[in-house]
């Protein structure tokens, strides 16, 4: 049957719709067209840094000079070229199935910092912005990452209480002002976060700011360490 329906309608290229030999994947073209990171990477943003992996950690000078709250960060792409068009059809397109492939480049990337019986927590949308995009891309991406490293989701740990302002264009410190206060524990499901682990998942990181607000209130639940992920990560100079 399997052979039979690729005969029909054989897999595509997730994003120009060129033929590939399996689903959910990138063609020749287009991979090379998206800014994979790879190599020595900020240990706690996931950012790329000069020099060889060594495997000694290495922080980067963003993360030694502010305070971030949580533990440790991975990044899958860089948020330029073929990653950032990938990204904006996953976030405004209605490619939901974008979160198919993406999710599986994320649990590469993630494999240095996953724990045993981690929880997975994504990044909380308003409820205005859920009614006016239908679906919430971090929720996505953290639902087919459970799947794919067999971790336990919890989609509505953290509620968005009030809706902020769009981050594009901010300065650094606004962006920070502009999340104070923004997250909460769900009053019902915010208690799955006590004593647990949480990798908290978004689409993208720029300053740091939503993970930072969202990693301090996963402390307030409970939480006993908090990594982050990110699809991509928008580096200084990418």
């Known amino acids: 049957m399997q052979t039979a329906l690729r005969l029909i309608y054989p897999p ?38 000069p020099g060889d992996d060594t495997g000694h950690t290495e922080i980067c000078d963003d993360c030694l000079s502010i305070a971030r709250p949580w533990d440790r960060g991975r990044a899958a792409l860089l948020y330029r070229d073929g990653a ?37 927590v994504p990044i909380p949308a308003h409820w205005l912005r859920l009614l006016q995009r239908r679906y919430n891309q971090a929720a996505l991406l953290a639902n087919r990452l459970g799947k794919t490293l067999s971790l336990q989701v919890a989609p509505d740990a953290l509620i968005r209480k009030k809706r902020t302002r769009v981050q594009e264009g901010m300065t650094r410190d606004d962006r920070f002002r502009n999340l ?57 100079d990418a």
Do not use: N, Y
């Open 12 to 49: 595509q290229c997730v994003m120009c719709g060129a033929l590939v030999g399996e689903p959910f994947q990138l063609c020749g073209s287009c991979w090379r067209a998206t800014p994979f990171i790879s190599g020595l990477v900020c240990d706690t943003c996931g950012t790329p840094l």
């Open 180 to 236: 104070a206060d923004a997250f909460a524990p769900h009053p019902g499901r915010g208690g799955l976060i006590k004593g647990r682990s949480v990798l908290l998942v978004d689409d993208v990181m720029t300053s740091g700011a939503t993970f930072a607000a969202a990693a301090e209130i996963c402390h307030v639940a409970g939480a006993s360490r908090v990594s982050v992920l990110s699809l991509a990560r928008v580096a200084k």
């Open 84 to 120: 950032k068009r990938l990204v904006l059809a996953l976030k405004h397109g209605d490619r939901q199935d974008l979160a198919v492939p993406a999710a599986r480049w994320m649990a590469r990337a993630a494999e240095p910092i996953v724990e045993p019986e981690m929880l997975i």
